[in-house]
């Protein structure tokens, strides 16, 4: 198993910034890729950045050139840094552990942007 717990949401005004913790345990050395979803209320979970074990990143559109996924595998974190936040950056943020059988989720981090 692979506890994962996210911290660093809030509330921001429009323009501001936002860095995003997520603390994994547990079970850490069958992880591979590590991503951030979001979701909001009524919409299906959205997948924004992911890392892989080897560094390699990818964002969704919408976020390229404001977002940044990174991770500290000496800390068993991994940090989602947002510029340039936008009201419809709002959302319930979530981070994901894959490992070759298994996905893991955490509780989740409620981030308001305001206009």
């Known amino acids: 198993q692979v506890q994962l717990v996210e911290s660093g949401g809030g509330l921001v005004q429009a323009g501001g910034s936002l860095r995003l913790s997520c603390v994994a345990s547990g079970r850490i050395f069958t992880i591979d890729a590590m991503r951030w979803y979001r979701q909001i209320s009524g919409k299906e979970r959205e997948l924004v950045a992911s890392i892989s074990s080897g560094g390699s990143t990818g964002y969704v559109d919408s976020v390229k050139g404001r977002f940044t996924i990174s991770r500290d595998n000496a800390k068993n974190t991994v940090y989602l840094q947002m510029n340039s936040l936008k009201p419809e950056d709002t959302a319930v943020y979530f981070c994901?552990?894959?490992?070759?059988?298994?996905?893991?989720w955490g509780q989740g981090t409620q981030v308001i942007v305001s206009s």
């Open positions: 994901n552990a894959q490992s070759v059988s298994n996905g893991y």
